[in-house]
């Protein structure tokens, strides 16, 4: 696999892409900037063990593009990016956020930084040593981000449900969460509130334990999660879980989770609206950290979940509403409208 860097920005309309060595620390990072027309550009750290820089530079660019997009269908008044931390054993974790950190301040504001995979509170406690561009969650920052992730989540689920059913009746359903991390412990937590059968799927079996025996639900292989039929399939571990093999396995009749990038080509959308599935865009359904991290940074205010979590079903419902009168897939509107939302931007600004 080769990628022809240049080529690959003016084809998506990236702004800039940065490689960061630190001689110091071993950091090595990239950062994409996708788009600042309206504002800085927001994006967690992600940090991963890639099989190659190529790998990491393509994670990076397809993550900035989604964050954009995100921010597009959020309404808000930002632009989008990623940054990914090429993990490397031996490493003084403090040092290399702090070398990081260090890196963000230098660029004056344009990239505001966040949580991710791989980058949680200690991480971001050494970021914010060395700048005060991120938003950090916890009492000094917009709070429990993952939180806000959930709500958003559960809110879309109930509005995917309302689009399907014509109600959402949470104690008649039954939804698999796959991952049982931060947003998705936190997922569960909120379904079994609602009175709906939730089934977890955790690949460490610990958390899986844990998570099960404190919220009391079931537990199955993470391996068959895509196979239980149920009514709502929620992708909350990593992305790519919709390709080519796992589609043919999937027994559910909606999709909608947390995870990034969860489909590996928006054909696969196309693939679960032919075969009958609702599949739920993640970047719609997912930005309820965003959300709460950008109102934070540029209006210093605390949006409550709640609020957070009905816009995002507001926006899923409307999507669904397109979807449903075109007879298209959810996921191909979602990406429309978003790329309709950002060519308007750029127009306005001349750019
Ligand atoms: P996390 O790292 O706390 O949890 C992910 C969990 O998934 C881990 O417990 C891991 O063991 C498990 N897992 C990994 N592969 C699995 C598999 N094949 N089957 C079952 N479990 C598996 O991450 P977090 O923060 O909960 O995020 C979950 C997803 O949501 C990620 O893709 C993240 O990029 C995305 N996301 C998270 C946001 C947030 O606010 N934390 C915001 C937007 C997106």
Redesign the pocket.
């Known amino acids: 696999m080769s990628i022809h860097l240049l080529d690959a920005m003016s084809r998506e309309g990236f702004e800039q892409v940065i490689a960061f060595h630190d001689r110091g620390s071993g950091a090595r990072a990239l950062l994409a900037i996708h788009d600042t027309v309206q504002g800085p550009a927001f994006g967690?750290i992600r940090r991963w063990s890639y099989a190659s820089d190529e790998h990491a530079l393509r994670d990076c660019l397809r993550l900035a593009r989604a964050m954009t997009w995100k921010v597009a269908l959020a309404g808000l008044r930002a632009g989008g990016a990623k940054l990914v931390l090429l993990e490397r054993p031996a490493q003084d974790r403090e040092r290399v956020y702090e070398a990081l950190g260090g890196f963000i301040e230098s660029l004056g504001g344009r990239y505001q930084a966040g949580?991710?995979?791989g980058t949680g509170d200690a991480e971001l406690r050494a970021l914010a040593r060395r700048t005060q561009y991120l938003a950090c969650p916890g009492e000094e920052g917009p709070g429990e981000?993952?939180e806000?992730?959930a709500a958003g989540v559960h809110h879309g689920m109930a509005a995917a449900l309302q689009a399907l059913d014509g109600a959402v009746d949470w104690p008649r359903r039954t939804v698999v969460v796959?991952?049982?991390?931060?947003?998705?412990s936190e997922l569960a937590r909120r379904l079994v509130s609602a009175g709906a059968r939730v089934i977890g799927?955790?690949?460490?079996s610990r958390?899986a334990l844990a998570v099960g025996a404190r919220l009391e639900i079931e537990l199955v292989d993470?391996e068959r999660?895509p196979e239980v039929p149920c009514d709502v399939l929620a992708p909350?571990?990593?992305?790519g879980v919709i390709h080519d093999l796992s589609l043919q396995r999937i027994a559910a009749r909606c999709i909608a989770g947390?995870?990034?990038n969860q489909l590996v080509r928006n054909l696969h959308g196309d693939q679960l609206h032919e075969r009958g599935v609702l599949y739920c865009p993640d970047f719609v359904l997912?930005a309820?950290?965003?959300i709460r991290g950008v109102l934070f940074q540029q209006e210093g205010r605390r949006e409550p979940v709640e609020a957070i979590g009905q816009r995002i079903g507001a926006t899923l419902a409307g999507v669904l509403e397109q979807a449903a009168a075109e007879q298209r897939s959810p996921a191909r509107v979602a990406n429309d409208q978003a790329i309709a939302r950002i060519a308007a931007w750029r127009k306005i600004a001349g750019g």
């Open positions: 967690g949580p991710d995979v981000l993952a806000a992730t796959q991952g049982l991390g931060a947003v998705g799927a955790e690949r460490d958390l993470p999660a909350c571990a990593l992305g947390a995870a990034n997912n309820g950290a965003l």
